[in-house]
């Protein structure tokens, strides 16, 4: 079956700094990966996905990621973090069949330091 | 738009009481789905479905019901509520399969549902 893991539960940054944030699923063809933010009190919103082709793939709010199949990793990076950031992230993969229902990690807790 | 609206918002309920929870959506999505979240669990899913008078199970279905009488509202019916019940439900809906990537998933802001 389908899972998908994010290592870390909390991430503390300064803000300005950079930010990596780490996803691995388990899956056996190809992905469909996404990455979702959600503020306290929100629903989740999207901020990048991944389907096929080129591994780099652009979000908004300047957040980015990248598809490494060799490592079943797609992990979350921004260059400089904004106190705006903070909030939880999560990683999730689609499932195989046709459900169109996602499979979700833990998710991480970003927190941002001023 | 209203996008996908979720209500009521918080709830507070005793064990074996009942309710039901209300999802809209207006962007004529066909999928539609229920998770709940609970603390470093991620999001799981309970019910979902593919098209008005269509429902199916997901990840945690056990005392949960779910209806699609209109393609517009997903409702998510708890008969006898029992105190591992208390989350965040979330709603989400979809235009097509998700993996449509034109067709991505909308969520709702969430119920907060206590149970005593």
């Known amino acids: 079956a389908q899972s998908v893991t994010q290592p870390d539960i909390h991430i503390t940054v300064s803000e300005g700094a950079s930010l990596e944030l780490r996803c691995n699923y388990s899956?056996?063809?190809?992905?469909?990966l996404f990455w979702y933010v959600q503020s306290p009190g929100q629903g989740l919103q999207l901020l990048l996905k991944y389907f096929s082709g080129d591994t780099l793939v652009q979000g908004i709010k300047g957040f980015e990621a990248e598809f490494k199949r060799s490592q079943s990793s797609f992990n979350l990076r921004k260059p400089s973090v904004h106190w705006s950031d903070a909030a939880e992230y999560f990683c999730a993969v689609v499932d195989s069949g046709n459900t169109g229902k996602l499979i979700f990690g833990q998710g991480t807790t970003l927190q941002v330091k001023p | 738009n209203a996008g996908v609206t979720q209500t009521p918002k918080f709830r507070v309920l005793k064990t074996g009481q009942s309710m039901t929870l209300l999802c809209a959506q207006d962007m004529n999505h066909e999928y539609m789905y229920w998770y709940r979240q609970d603390p470093g669990m991620g999001l799981r899913l309970i019910h979902y479905s593919v098209g008005e008078g269509t429902t199916a199970k997901g990840e945690v279905p056990d005392g949960y019901n779910v209806s699609r009488l209109k393609k517009q509202n997903f409702l998510l019916g708890l008969e006898s509520a029992a105190p591992s019940q208390t989350s965040v439900y979330f709603c989400?809906?979809?235009?097509?399969?998700?993996?449509?990537?034109?067709?991505?998933?909308?969520f709702g802001n969430g119920t907060r549902l206590t149970v005593t």
């Open positions: 899956y056996g063809a190809t992905p469909y």
């Open positions: 989400a809906s979809s235009w097509r399969h998700p993996v449509d990537f034109n067709s991505p998933l909308h």
